[in-house]
């Protein structure tokens, strides 16, 4: 998929269903079918193998979230594929009043080098105080409903309030902050384009504001020094304070003399229709040629109905940082020197995989496993696998596969996104 110009890429591209075995077989059996028939073999090579056995102290609870860790699949190389995978609720939390914070950088992760996550929580009233980054800000709107607010490079005010699923976007040096509304805040996933970006090394009002001399201040501001007595010492980050009035009432006045900003910092996903389904998911893509302001992260929003899975794809124009929303999935990668690794995901956990390196994402429970694709870039784009051989001459592929023309016709011609189970 590359919505680079969507309209275009959609009428050319079918989003059709085909079974995994079909892949499975073209690509010489990358994979062995469904989790069921995954962790059936498993067990029958455990009970025929007298290694396959872990005596010692293990973590159970930390096994049975990553059984393609503990005992992975035959198609995983002995030499590993460096680990993808950091779960959210290892990161420590920043707490306030008025809501907490943790991160996800190449600090948790080393492989994620292009870009970093924040998860945030405000409750209702708590404020995200006034700052601004040295990387751009993408945000998604995971629980309940905030305020956010802004000025552009005119000077023009922001004043919006989001829900969830919504985006919200805020380029590099952009003033901006985030409030939560009634009746129970929000939550939302914050991420850079930076892999190194913390949170901490965010430009805050009133860590500036505790570091500028007072008659300074008071030069700059056109009063008096004891006006600005009560100004805080110390960094406010996250803190609570009152539930704002009516939208329309800060709108009005914030936008002042100047008016308020022509460009929409936050676009509402849920409004726009998928950009593909099938009755084994749907993806909804958001890059800059549908959110305008977003020039420097691309989304797809995947949903896998149980027993489908993300086709087997890679991605040609940047690194995918991933974040899983809800249910339960695995992730084969296959890297360069025959090398390949297999990890397992739940709701909270990130994933990355590098640019180039072929992948699919398989929903291993009961309900929809949702994702994002997350990109360093403008626009969103992607390889896929079946595509390729297909539109490759017959006779090569044949040959490479050691597989028959009816099988390679039984392929789709068109790519997939996401095939059932």
Known sequence: MDSDNTKDQVSRRGFLGVSSGTVAAATGALIAGGAAAQEQTRSVRRANDRSATDPGPTNGPQDAQNPDSTWPPSTDSKSLVRTFKYPFSLANKRTYE??????????ELPVSKSLAGVNMRLTAGGVRELHWHTADEWAIVLYGSARITAIDSDGKSFVADTKKNDLWYFPSGLPHSIQGLEPDGTEFLLVFDDGDFSESETVLLSDAMAHLPPEVLSKNFGVSQPALKNLPKNELFIFQTAVPGSLEADQKAA?????????????????????????????RIVDSSTFKVSTNVAMAMVTVHPGGMRELHWHPNADEWQYYMSGKGRMTVVST?????????QAGDVGYVEKTLLHYIENTGDSDLIFLEMFKSSFYQDVSLSEWLTHTPPELVMAHLNIDRATLDAMPRDEMVVVPG
């Open 337 to 345: 020197g025959a090398r390949a690794r297999t990890m397992d995901f």
């Open 255 to 283: 936008a002042g003399a100047l008016g308020k900003a022509t460009r929409d910092f936050a676009f509402r996903t849920m409004e726009m229709p998928p950009t593909k389904r099938t009755k084994s998911g749907e993806v």
């Open 98 to 107: 008025g809501g907490w914070s943790r991160e996800v950088t190449s600090r």
